[in-house]
């Protein structure tokens, strides 16, 4: 496929983070993971929505509805469609509600791992002969509406939580970029550095999770040389399509 690419021009800095990055970064997470475009959040939503048999039939029970209502003269036949225009779109706002609360939950559950106090998480002093290896980046860019005079864009993390007994695998996490800024070279970018940095620190190899609902990020991973290694069926569906979590790994 084609894909527009922007140059990444130098305005673009990738820096350790900063405590007051916070707020901005919980938004770039947000967004990557359960409302913009390419999100697994997004891509759930276009699933069942655009390609599956039972929401063609809430359309058409909503539209048959409506023109019911339109055209009857009796009240009885109006009150029928309404109540089929009402209970068609109950239907769907329900299915947008379960995916966007599904997508809530794997949200919250970084918030209650690593991502509402990233500082204490990817702090360094903790580290004893060297362990766990925890960092966090972001992607920055000048901003002249922004009071602090630069905007967060992107961020991506490494965790190498085990101890020096085991094989030095490190995990690459938190991903993302806001999509007015991608297609530009900061995702590359964002991994090549957690890949320099994990090299400089002796690990052997990087695993990273992603999902069947993350195309453009799988098809990136594999255009840099990550392999597939596992795939697990979670319990979310979207539409007809079951949600998986896909490994992939990078020998370093
Ligand atoms: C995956 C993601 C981080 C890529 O960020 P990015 O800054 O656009 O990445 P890059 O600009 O480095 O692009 C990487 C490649 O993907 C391609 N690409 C990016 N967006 C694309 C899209 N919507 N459709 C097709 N290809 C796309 C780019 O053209 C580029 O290919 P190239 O190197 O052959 O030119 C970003 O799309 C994102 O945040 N997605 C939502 C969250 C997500 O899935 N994160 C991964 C978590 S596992």
Avoid at 81 to 89: D, E, M, R, T
Avoid at 123 to 136: L, S, T
Avoid at 195 to 213: C, D, M, P, V
Wanted: aromatic content about 14%.
């Amino acid at each position: 496929m084609d894909v527009e690419r922007k140059p990444l021009d130098d305005t673009v800095i990738i820096r350790p983070f900063y405590s007051t990055d916070s707020e901005q970064v919980l938004n770039v997470y947000f967004t990557g993971l359960v409302s913009g475009v390419d999100s697994a959040g997004y891509f759930a939503v276009t699933r069942a929505f655009l390609h599956w048999a039972p929401m063609y039939l809430a359309y058409f029970l909503s539209v048959s509805g409506g023109g019911t209502l339109l055209l009857a003269l009796r009240t009885d036949i109006q009150i029928l469609g309404l109540a089929i225009v009402f209970l068609s779109c109950c239907f769907m706002f329900f299915v947008y509600y379960r995916i966007r609360n599904a997508f809530l939950g794997y949200y919250q559950d970084g918030l209650r791992h690593d991502m509402t106090d990233i500082s204490q998480y990817y702090r360094q002093d903790h580290e004893k002969d060297g362990y766990p290896i925890r960092r966090f980046w972001v992607a920055e860019i000048s901003s002249m509406t922004s009071e602090s005079g630069y905007e967060v864009v992107g961020c991506v993390a490494l965790d190498c939580s085990l101890n020096r007994d085991e094989p030095m695998i490190g995990e690459l996490k938190r991903l993302f970029v806001l999509p007015t800024h991608r297609k530009r070279g900061i995702g590359t970018k964002l991994i090549q550095t957690v890949i320099a940095f994990a090299k400089e620190q002796n690990i052997t190899s990087l695993r990273l999770e992603t999902t069947n609902f993350q195309p453009v990020a799988r098809e990136m991973y594999t255009r840099l040389g990550w392999y597939h290694h596992d795939t697990r069926d979670s319990d979310f569906e979207a539409g007809d399509m079951k949600m998986s979590f896909v490994e992939y790994l990078l020998p370093l």
